[in-house]
T-cell receptor
Framework: AQSVTQLDSQVPVFEEAPVELRCNYS??????LFWYVQYPNQGLQLLLK??????LVKGINGFEAEFNKSQTSFHLRKPSVHISDTAEYFC????????????FGSGTRLSIRP | GAVVSQHPSWVICKSGTSVKIECRSL??????MFWYRQFPKQSLMLMAT?????????EQGVEKDKFLINHASLTLSTLTVTSAHPEDSSFYIC??????????FGPGTRLTVL
């Protein structure tokens, strides 16, 4: 079985400041890792994903994440946030198989202050 | 990129009536589609997995007779909430998986039962 833990339910930051959203996972099998963003009253949009290869993954909107196998972490970072980054961010994993079900973390609400 | 649509985006219905929500993969064939439910300020909870041409697989605790899922083609899955009650009010999101590891999410349907 797999589980995903997002330790921070809310992260407030000032505009143009850096941010890190933490994600840890647990799995007995190899998994793919994802970060999704959900803007108010909208569905989920894929930010980035780690499948294999380089542990540093770059996504859309200036976000990046680093896979750390030893710490079973996949933290999301952005060097300088904007007001438009205000949203809910979900870390997720899926086992190595085609179109398997996704296990989501509880989400982190990122609020940007001007 | 792959696009998944949902219809309607918002529906209000009276208690005791049934509501059908459509999920379509617009530019790819989805062998598997997933239905999620999201309560306010919470993560997505998988309700069921549907494979084209076969019966859906429901997660534990999800009533099969209340949430009817049909996946009649490789581009369309429907979720019917039968005899809806106010506690069924929620945000319903579908996702579609093709031949890769990535799932693509629809924009969601907000159901309000009066």
């Amino acid at each position: 079985a797999q589980s995903v833990t997002q330790l921070d339910s809310q992260v407030p930051v000032f505009e143009e400041a850096p941010v890190e959203l933490r994600c840890n996972y647990s799995s007995s099998v190899s998994v793919y890792l994802f970060w999704y963003v959900q803007y108010p009253n909208q569905g989920l949009q894929l930010l980035l994903k780690y499948l294999s290869g380089s542990t540093l993954v770059k996504g859309i909107n200036g976000f990046e994440a680093e896979f750390n196998k030893s710490q079973t972490s996949f933290h999301l970072r952005k060097p300088s946030v904007h007001i438009s980054d205000t949203a809910e961010y979900f870390c997720a994993v899926t086992p190595y198989s085609s179109a398997s079900k996704i296990i989501f973390g509880s989400g982190t609400r990122l609020s940007i202050r001007p | 990129g792959a696009v998944v649509s949902q219809h309607p985006s918002w529906v209000i219905c009276k208690s005791g009536t049934s509501v059908k929500i459509e999920c379509r993969s617009l530019d790819f064939q989805a062998t598997t589609m997933f239905w999620y439910r999201q309560f306010p300020k919470q993560s997505l909870m998988l309700m069921a997995t549907s494979n084209e041409g076969s019966k859906a697989t429901y997660e534990q605790g999800v009533e099969k007779d209340k949430f009817l899922i049909n996946h009649a083609s490789l581009t369309l899955s429907t979720l019917t909430v039968t005899s809806a009650h106010p506690e069924d009010s929620s945000f319903y999101i579908c996702s579609a998986g093709g031949r890769t590891d990535t799932q693509y999410f629809g924009p969601g349907t907000r159901l309000t039962v009066l």
